[in-house]
């Protein structure tokens, strides 16, 4: 695509649009104010710079073994700056704790400080983008039974809540140098493979394990506090300690984010759904968008059904400013670089398209029960052309447009990541 070809197709996008009361330079400025959160984990398999062996536990797992994963933190820094070049927008950088700049000294969880992230926030401030930051309750010596903050023992229970609060003091830090709420996300891989009969026990531990961390006070301009639930894991299939239930009485009663990923729910619940509930109980939400393939698999994010759901129903609940969207996926059999690109622009796809529907002519058709009316301008609706939109955002903030950033990937992956 030439500029000349973006621009004419966005001028008859413009005016198709308008015929339907639709202002595609408002739905671009809308978008353009949507941060996505990329998660720094796709690009080395969820694998960290501890000094250790590196094996992913707790559950998750990335599969294959494309080359070229990135093998020190520089590396991660130059493939994500290199995704951020192919994705329009300002958008956020979220780090695990294990991702620290330890400088090949042992720090153990309960012992990382700001210092040890502070290339990282300098690296964010040199390139523009903003933090969030996570615990790593996982591929440690002291999870390797299954369990954290639910554990039995309180002396590893108090690991792990030094733990969080540690990464809750450097997500603050990096929220204040930064001037951007960093949201700190604690996920815990606790549970157990078979049948489970002190569940209570597990998460009342759990409950006063959280207590305890949220007794340190952070900075409300700094840093926000979420919580994310999960369904199963591998190796947790009969009983998770922090389910959907839990964290979401947990963050209600105490004001704390929840976090919805579209993997942690049953194969045929879709988290869309529960936006416009949480909504009316939470002040914000946190997502992690990612792509269950018949199990919380984390395949790369695509433009599908349930992405387009799930931005529908921010952009219908006027939601744009009170869920925060990032990215959870980790695909190692295809490029990594590739995949971040493949599911920020899907994702960014299904926002724009939602910010384009034709929602007032919608919503007239159901206030009056014209059923087959909505449905049919909801099926109208796919086809109108968004994706020229979508290329003059691209060719607006000088990103390549279209399917030609697939060479550009090419090439980088030849010159760079071939030679790791
Ligand atoms: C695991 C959770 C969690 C992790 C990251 C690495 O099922 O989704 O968010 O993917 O913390
Ligand atoms: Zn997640």
């Known amino acids: ?10 001028e008859s996008a ?22 996505i959160s990329l998660h720094c984990w796709q690009t080395d398999d969820v694998t960290g710079f501890e000094n250790g062996d590196g094996e992913l536990t707790g559950g998750i797992q990335a599969t294959g073994n494309y080359p070229g994963k990135a093998r020190t933190i520089s590396e991660v820094r130059a493939d994500i700056d290199k995704a951020m070049s192919l994705i329009p927008g300002e958008h956020r950088v979220n780090i695990h704790a294990f991702y620290g700049d330890f400088q090949g000294e042992k720090v153990d969880r309960n012992e990382i400080e700001p210092k040890h992230f502070q290339s990282w926030i300098d690296w964010a401030k040199e390139k523009g983008y903003k933090l969030d930051f996570n615990s790593t309750c996982f591929s440690h010596e002291k999870s390797s039974d299954g369990f954290t ?11 792990w809540i030094d ?19 960093c949201i700190h996300n604690i996920w815990i891989p606790d549970g157990s493979k ?17 207590d305890k961390i949220f007794e340190y006070k952070t900075n409300d301009d700094y840093m926000l506090d979420s919580i994310e639930c999960k369904l199963f894991g591998i190796g947790s299939e009969s009983y998770v300690v922090g389910s959907h239930e839990f964290y979401m009485g947990y963050g209600v009663a105490n004001n704390k984010m929840i976090t919805l990923d579209s993997g942690h729910f049953h194969p045929t619940e879709v988290i869309s759904d529960k936006i416009s509930s949480l909504l009316l109980f939470a002040s914000e939400i946190m997502l992690h968008v990612s792509r269950g393939v018949r199990w919380d698999s984390d395949h790369v994010v695509i433009l599908n059904d349930e992405l387009l759901a799930l931005c529908q129903e921010i952009i219908r609940s006027n939601a744009l400013d009170r869920v925060h969207v990032g990215l959870d996926y980790f695909d190692a059999s295809i490029n990594r670089i590739g995949a ?13 398209q939602a910010l384009l529907e034709p929602i007032v002519q919608l919503r007239e058709f159901e206030a009056k029960g014209q059923y087959f009316e909505r449905l049919a301008l909801l099926e109208e609706a796919k086809s109108l052309p968004w994706a020229d939109v979508y290329n003059y955002y691209c060719y607006k903030k000088g990103v390549i447009a279209g399917e030609a950033y697939i060479a550009d990937i090419q090439k980088y992956e030849k010159d760079i990541t071939s030679k790791r």
Request: charged content about 30%; cysteine-free.
């Open 1 to 10: 695509m030439n500029e000349e070809q973006i621009k004419q197709a966005f």
């Open 14 to 35: 413009k005016a198709r649009y308008a015929n339907l009361g639709i202002n595609v330079e408002n739905a671009v400025e809308e978008l353009n104010k949507l941060s």
């Open 149 to 159: 903050l639910s554990h039995r023992d309180p002396e590893i229970r108090q690991f």
């Open 163 to 181: 733990h969080v609060i540690r990464s809750r003091k450097i997500a603050e830090e990096m929220g204040r140098q930064l001037g951007s709420k």
């Open 194 to 210: 078979d049948l489970t009969v002190d569940r209570l026990l597990y998460r009342k531990n759990l409950k006063n394990s959280l």
């Open 340 to 352: 971040y690109v493949v599911g920020v622009r899907a994702t960014q796809k299904a926002l724009l």
